[in-house]
């Protein structure tokens, strides 16, 4: 099989010689952006809204992206084209670039640009038909002021603590909450939960990425008539919420069925959840930016 092509700075390298700098500051001090984004039957979900976000996020650290929006769109849709895949889990990076040791970006000349496509289902496939168990964890999440979740940044430290107390509780995935005790997020994605036919998430502010996939999920809600609301909540409320699913591009909507050995509802995927799914799953082939030559229409449910 031939290996898969890697978009580094304008050309299209194979994957075993796609390699960057020891001196660049994304590998130096995860100083640097990213985004997930995914493919599906060569629709490229919401491509712009994650452009967006990835342009906010270098906004909000001072980063110069040397590409327009456009032409950052028209890179993830030829690195696919050049891939022939209709169906990935697209990794975009962009990084400080080489400088020298000190923590100074001004050292680095200009950022670099990374595209990597790749098959990826983030949990086992079972999970998504029988549910997830998951932990809340005593590492919390950054605190705003201080390093804003927000920001899609390569700094995701604080993340992958969480996830390793995850691995060492025995779960997948785990709960971060913030200092003052409310549940922000989980290392890799958003957490929704449904109380009496009202669908809760956490506002971002608590501390939490804004995820597409949530917004995503907060529009079909208004779509399908079902009560949304954005508003703090605590691990007890997790514990005695009738359904709570994840959501996330990586993760896509997953749902949970037990929370630090609390069982949700009747451990059973959520009728909620499962509604919500399959109306995510009927736009996640229409919603986003065509690849020509990839995209095959399939019929709307
Ligand atoms: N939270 C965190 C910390 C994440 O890394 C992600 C994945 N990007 C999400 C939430 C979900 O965001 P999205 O739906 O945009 O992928």
Redesign the pocket.
């Known amino acids: 099989m031939s290996e898969t092509l890697v978009y580094l700075d304008g050309e299209f390298v194979p994957k075993s010689k796609a390699v960057v700098s020891v001196f660049d500051h994304g590998f130096l001090y995860g100083d640097g952006i990213f985004e997930?984004i995914r493919c599906y039957g060569g629709n490229v979900f919401c491509l712009h809204e994650?452009i967006v976000?990835l342009y906010e996020s270098a906004k909000s650290i001072l980063l110069d992206i040397p590409l327009t929006i456009e032409e950052m769109e028209q890179a993830v849709v030829d690195t696919l084209q050049a891939n022939g895949m209709a169906d990935a889990y697209i990794r975009l990076i962009v990084s400080r670039g080489v400088g020298n040791l000190g923590l100074d970006p001004r050292s680095c000349a200009r950022s670099s640009v990374i595209i990597i496509t790749e098959a990826l289902s983030l949990f086992p496939q079972a999970f998504y038909e029988q549910g997830l168990s998951i932990v809340t964890v005593p590492t919390r999440r950054n605190i705003p002021d201080a390093l804003n979740?927000k920001i899609?940044s390569l700094n995701?430290l604080n993340?992958i603590l969480v996830k390793m107390e995850a691995a060492r509780a025995g779960v997948h995935e785990a709960l971060m909450l913030n200092q003052d005790g409310y549940v922000c997020?989980?290392?890799?994605?958003?957490i929704f939960l449904v109380k009496n036919g009202k669908v809760i998430t956490p506002p971002t502010y608590l501390g939490?990425?804004e995820?597409?996939?949530?917004n995503i999920v907060i529009e079909l809600c208004a779509e399908l008539g079902i009560p949304c609301e954005e508003k703090p909540f605590t691990r007890h409320d997790v514990y005695v919420a009738d359904e709570v699913f994840l959501?996330?591009?990586?993760?896509e909507m997953i749902p949970v069925i037990d929370c630090d050995g609390r069982t949700i509802g009747n451990g059973q995927p959520g009728e909620m959840t499962q509604r919500l799914t399959e109306a995510f799953r009927g736009i996640t082939h229409q919603r986003g930016t065509k690849v020509p030559e990839l995209y095959t229409a399939v019929e709307t449910v």
């Open positions: 997930g994650h976000r979740p899609k995701y993340n997020e989980g290392s890799g994605d958003n939490a990425l995820g597409i996939t949530r959501t996330g591009t990586a993760a």
